[in-house]
């Protein structure tokens, strides 16, 4: 059990990716608080592992809502020793000139919210009783924190500055508190858009086909939460990742593995060429 012990927070945990690391936290003895704003998806999370996994319902651009996961989560387990900060949506590849000039102003506000203010106030809330625990925090980025294209211009900014976070708050948390960070690529789940731009009811899943992920990037094919989940337990067990701060596992089917001519070379090994 490589989290025996352990007490975590997940934001976002209801769902997708951050439900997929609540299960396998679960799964190597972390005891979970879950905090969402799903209260159907909190009910089955709770569900799934009674008396191991608490939900707390509320939205992560606020404060106060943070400030109450933590609290419950020391009030359940005694004690924090790692914040994930998952909880996020996409804008669905809008661009700039495509986004209206009505809506501009709300939809950055609320995918800088959720995406950016989101992982902050998650930090500033968590932080003290992680430098009590001399624990560590977790942040899930994307490849859009480091290419183009992997959204629109909005979300592509704010995984870049989220980035910026996990280095600013490793920098000024050390030595007491590690923070880093997991940059996915695409994974099949239930990832929404902002309201301002009428898209909380597209669901990414629907959109994110093997055919349209097949031809893109070296490794060719459509992945799970699954997928992910090894490296926030790497992270998050202290005795194998302790020396890490400032760090982001990049496990995206190799966006800085693409070649100029071929997206992958590979292919010719088959042939022997
Ligand atoms: N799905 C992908 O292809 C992909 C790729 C790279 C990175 N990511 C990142 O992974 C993270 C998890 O996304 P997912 O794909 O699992 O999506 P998801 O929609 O399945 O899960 C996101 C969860 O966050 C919650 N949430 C959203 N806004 C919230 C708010 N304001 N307050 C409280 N909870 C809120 C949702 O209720 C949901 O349970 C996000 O940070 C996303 O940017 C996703």
Redesign the pocket.
Known sequence: MRLAGVRALV??G?????RAVVDHFVAEGARVTVF???EP?LAAVTAAHPGTVIGVQ????ELAANRRAVADTLAAFDGLDVLVG?????DYNRSLVNLPDDKIDAAFDEIMG??VK?YLLAAKAALLALVASEGSMIF?V??AGFYPDGGGTLYTASKHAAVGLIRQLAFECAPKVRVNGVA????N????GPAALDMQDRS?GDV?TKDAMTGNLPIDRLPN?EDYTAAFVFLAAAGESGHATGSIINIDGGFAARGVSRVRGGDALANGD
């Not at 509320?58 to 651009?61: C, E, K, L, W």
């Not at 789940?189 to 929404?192: G, K, V």
């Open positions: 934001t976002g209801a769902s997708g990716l951050g969402d704003r799903s998806g509320g939205d992560v651009r998952n909880a996020g949506i996409w959720v995406n989101g899930t994307s490849n996915p690529g695409a994974i789940t239930d990832l929404r990414l994110l939460p």
